[in-house]
């Protein structure tokens, strides 16, 4: 059990570069999010998920896209690199059912620098 | 939406001493309460969390209490030790929703001193 997948780990894109950041959730989770962290700030959301087929957006979705075909994949694509996006990248999962309550697992992050 | 204060930024405690983090939240329909550790250059990982349901849980040091009527929750650490150093983050969400999401505080970094 891997729990929450991310790669790469760290990338260097050009202005202008696009780019695809993969996330895979191996706990059947229904719901996907991903979140940006800036340096010394907190965590903003940018897209989620609460099923396959099924994306909506968080507070900061331009300049990002993402898709979602099965319940185990959320990749999230940046078309355009702009230095703005430079940020760490956060993927988590969270299962439907409330009762069983563990709050979100995170993934170990993409660190991306935008030059 | 959902919106999320959480205070102090910093917090700077001597080992042993306990620390408190203060959170309010906006949305009284929220019912979930977690509270996260991230340590640096590592993801955030959830230490505990409440339901609207219940005042208070404790778990070894760390305890949680949640105040509905004030919209105020408070993560408490007792006997804070130099691994307590960390990031934490509060979050609320309304749990069991089709459309859950966590709205997170801006983060407290903690230092303990030895």
């Known amino acids: 059990n891997a729990g929450v997948t991310q790669t790469p780990k760290f990338r260097i894109l050009k202005i202008g570069q696009s780019m695809t950041l993969q996330c895979t959730q191996d706990?059947?989770?229904?719901?996907m999010y991903w979140y940006r962290q800036d340096p010394g700030m907190g965590l903003k959301l940018i897209y989620y998920?609460?099923?396959?087929?099924?994306?909506d957006k968080g507070e900061v979705p331009n300049g990002y896209n993402v898709s979602r075909s099965t319940t185990e994949d959320f990749p999230l694509r940046l078309e355009l690199a702009a230095p703005s996006q430079t940020s760490v990248y956060f993927c988590?999962?969270?299962?439907?059912?409330?009762?069983?309550?563990?709050?979100?697992?995170f993934g170990s992050g993409t660190r991306l620098t935008v030059v | 939406g959902e919106n999320v204060e959480q205070h102090p930024s910093t917090l700077s405690v001597q080992e042993g001493d306990s620390a408190v983090i203060k959170c309010t939240y906006s949305?009284?329909?929220?019912?979930?309460f977690p509270w996260y550790k991230q340590e640096l250059g590592k993801r955030p990982q959830l230490i505990i969390d409440?339901?609207?349901?219940?005042g208070e849980k404790k778990d070894q040091r760390i305890a949680v209490t949640l105040n509905k009527t004030a919209k105020h929750f408070s993560l408490h650490i007792t006997e804070t030790q130099p691994e307590d150093s960390a990031v934490y983050f509060c979050a609320a969400s309304i749990r069991g929703g089709s459309n859950y999401k966590l709205t997170f505080g801006k983060g407290t970094l903690l230092t303990v001193n030895p």
């Open positions: 949305d009284s329909a929220s019912n979930y």
């Open positions: 988590a999962s969270s299962p439907l059912d409330g009762k069983a309550n563990y709050g979100y697992t």
């Open positions: 998920s609460v099923g396959a087929g099924i994306t």
């Open positions: 706990m059947n989770h229904n719901y």
């Open positions: 409440i339901r609207s349901n219940v």
